[in-house]
T-cell receptor, first 114, second 115 residues
Framework: GQQVMQIPQYQHVQEGEDFTTYCNSSTTLSNIQWYKQRPGGHPVFLIQLVKSGEVKKQKRLTFQFGEAKKNSSLHITATQTTDVGTYFCAGPLTTSGSARQLTFGSGTQLTVLP | KAGVTQTPRYLIKTRGQQVTLSCSPISGHRSVSWYQQTPGQGLQFLFEYFSETQRNKGNFPGRFSGRQFSNSRSEMNVSTLELGDSALYLC??????????????FGQGTRLTVV
């Protein structure tokens, strides 16, 4: 079945350093979504990428979708303590009809040391 | 507008018991999905409901079931609880009726502990 792999599993950075997490799908995705989950919280939608090679920015966050639409990355410039949390990528599993199912990557847990 | 509401927030149950969790989606959202989150397995899809019909089901045993009501509220039920069912159960609502395409809004989850 469809698998979405994410690396690294953990990342500790000093405040001000950059951070990148990578996501790879075993199948081509129609789109990819990114979520952030703070400790003790629930996943919160960050962004969706749809087009091959698409790059989107949200302040210090840069999201990329690969040309083959099988991989994606999230890069944070100059991390802050507010960036702490687990970042998940998620891709829709294409099924028959109009069913909706997201396959989540295993997540990257980011720790930012002050 | 109000977000996704899940009740209860915390539950402690004994092995062999059953449990029902509730989810109220964002007003106007007709798609409700359920996920199980554990440290070892991450976020795993349970099932999705749209207009009171289960459209998709993940790879979980038949002890896990759900339903959706005409007002889009959804419940999931786990029977004959096992220790391994201890997890955070997350409900997500979406406005889309197409495969993928729109974001999922998650509730705060129900933390189930089976002892």
């Amino acid at each position: 079945g469809q698998q979405v792999m994410q690396i690294p599993q953990y990342q500790h950075v000093q405040e001000g350093e950059d951070f990148t997490t990578y996501c790879n799908s075993s199948t081509t995705l129609s789109n990819i979504q990114w979520y952030k989950q703070r400790p003790g919280g629930h996943p919160v939608f960050l962004i969706q990428l749809v087009k091959s090679g698409e790059v989107k920015k949200q302040k210090r966050l840069t999201f990329q979708f690969g040309e083959a639409k099988k991989n994606s990355s999230l890069h944070i410039t100059a991390t802050q303590t507010t960036d702490v949390g687990t970042y998940f990528c998620a891709g829709p599993l294409t099924t028959s009809g109009s069913a909706r199912q997201l396959t989540f990557g295993s997540g990257t847990q980011l720790t930012v040391l002050p | 507008k109000a977000g996704v509401t899940q009740t209860p927030r915390y539950l402690i149950k004994t092995r062999g018991q059953q449990v029902t969790l509730s989810c109220s989606p964002i007003s106007g959202h007709r798609s409700v999905s359920w996920y199980q989150q554990t440290p070892g397995q991450g976020l795993q899809f349970l099932f999705e409901y749209f207009s009171e019909t289960q459209r998709n089901k993940g790879n979980f045993p038949g002890r896990f079931s759900g339903r959706q009501f005409s007002n889009s509220r959804s419940e999931m039920n786990v029977s004959t609880l096992e220790l391994g069912d201890s997890a955070l159960y997350l409900c997500a609502s979406s406005s889309s009726n197409r495969t993928g395409g729109t974001e999922a809004f998650f509730g705060q989850g129900t933390r189930l502990t089976v002892v």
